[in-house]
Structures are given as C-alpha cells and as structure tokens.
Nanobody
C-alpha cells in the first residue's frame, strides 16, 4: 500500500511561482509511474504532468515550458515546480502513483489547493 501526501499549495499572484511536493510511503516508490493532476471547480480532473519509472516525462500543453515535474527516488518525493502561474492554473492539485505488476494499482493523495490571483 502506498500513501501520498501533497504539500506546497497556496495563494500566489499571476506570474508567480510555487513548488508542490508529494511524499510517498513504502518501499515501492521507484517502481511507480507518478503524475500530477488538477481539478478546477465544475471541471473534470486533468493530467498536468507525469514521469514514468524510467524517467520519461510528459506535460499537458497548457503547462509546457512553465511547469517542471521531478521524481526523487532516494527521498520518495515527487515535485512540481510551477512558474509563470496564471489564474487558469487555479485548482486542487493531486499527486498520483501507478504501480504496474500483474495488476494495475492507482494511488491518490488528498490534494492541495493552488489559487492564482489576477
């Protein structure tokens, strides 16, 4: 079982920066494909960025060149560096982990609120 706990959200002005962190429990972190998702009020949860256990990285078009995802297997930590924030980045951000063995297991954090004021 993997538990994920996000931190680092808050209120920031447009153009500012925030770094989100996700701490993972257990000893399988290096085997997880990890990602950040977000959900704005009234909208569906969407993928922001992900990094596979092999280090492949993908970003949503809306955050490319502004956000950077990184995974620290030694510390069981996932990060999302967010620069040049826009009001439309306002959402609850969730950390996600996927473990693929003989079955696929999904793990979610409780979410952290990011609010960008104009």
């Amino acid at each position: 079982q993997v538990q994920l706990v996000e931190s680092g959200g808050g209120l920031v002005q447009a153009g500012g920066s925030l770094t989100l962190a996700c701490a993972a429990s257990g000893d399988t972190f290096r085997l997880l494909d990890m990602g950040w998702y977000r959900q704005a009020p009234g909208q569906e949860r969407e993928l922001v960025a992900r990094v596979t256990k092999h280090g492949r990285v993908d970003y949503a078009d809306s955050v490319k060149d502004r956000f950077t995802i990184s995974k620290d297997n030694a510390r069981n930590m996932l990060y999302l560096q967010m620069n040049s924030l826009k009001p439309e980045d306002t959402a609850v951000y969730f950390c996600n982990g996927v473990l693929r063995t003989t079955e696929v297991s999904h793990y979610w954090g409780q979410g952290t609120q990011v609010t960008v004021s104009s």
